[in-house]
Nanobody, 128 residues
Framework: QVQLVESGGGLVQAGDSLRLSCAVS????????MGWFRQAPGKEREFVAG???????????DYLDSAKGRFTISRDNAKRTVYLQMNSLKPEDTAVYYC??????????????????WGQGTQVTVSS
């Protein structure tokens, strides 16, 4: 059974930083494409960032356009954890952030794959 547990959310001011973590149990973590999604009130869930590991220190990451340059996704396969470092936060980043894992193989971008497992979410609130 695969379980994902997010942590690190909270209330911050615009311009601040937060780092989200997602610990994964079950399955072969290194084979998962890992992603972060978010859902704001009244809006659809959207892809924020994703990362695929190709071996050694080689990863491929993809981002929501509005997250590029501000957010960084990373993974630690030994710790079975994926991170989302969020800098220069804006009020429009306010949402519940979800971690997800995909068993998709191949070379498709993390933005394009379907995700099989989801965490419960962690709230991020950015005040102006």
């Amino acid at each position: 059974q695969v379980q994902l547990v997010e942590s690190g959310g909270g209330l911050v001011q615009a311009g601040d930083s937060l780092r989200l973590s997602c610990a994964v149990s079950g399955g072969t973590f290194s084979r998962y494409v890992m992603g972060w999604f978010r859902q704001a009130p009244g809006k659809e869930r959207e892809f924020v960032a994703g990362i695929r590991w190709f071996g050694g220190s080689t990863n491929y990451a993809d981002y929501l356009d509005s997250a590029k340059g501000r957010f960084t996704i990373s993974r630690d396969n030994a710790k079975r954890t994926v991170y989302l470092q969020m800098n220069s936060l804006k009020p429009e980043d306010t949402a519940v952030y979800y971690c997800a894992a995909s068993t998709s193989g191949g070379l498709r971008s993390p933005k394009s794959v379907s995700y099989d497992y989801w965490g419960q979410g962690t709230q991020v609130t950015v005040s102006s």
